[in-house]
């Protein structure tokens, strides 16, 4: 695999860890608002995630916020 192909995929993977990390706290909070901002932040990562893997970096895909 070429190493900018690697790269995007090794980012995409970092973005979906750290989705994954911000739903399991988000799910261990009392507060609905601040569950739902990090439910927001996780699916922002999320699409960051799909960026990084569709359009081949993560440079490109931070513009879109």
Do not use: P
């Not at 900018?4 to 860890?17: C, E, L, P, Q, T």
């Not at 911000?22 to 996780?42: F, K, P, V, W």
């Amino acid at each position: 695999m070429a190493r900018g192909m690697r790269n995007k995929f090794v980012a995409a993977r970092i973005y979906r860890d750290r989705a994954e990390e911000l739903r399991t706290i988000a799910d261990n909070l009392g507060h609905e608002s601040e569950r739902e901002l990090l439910q927001s932040i996780a699916g922002d990562y999320e699409r960051l995630a799909k960026a990084a893997e569709t359009r081949g970096g993560v440079a490109r895909c931070a513009s879109q916020f």
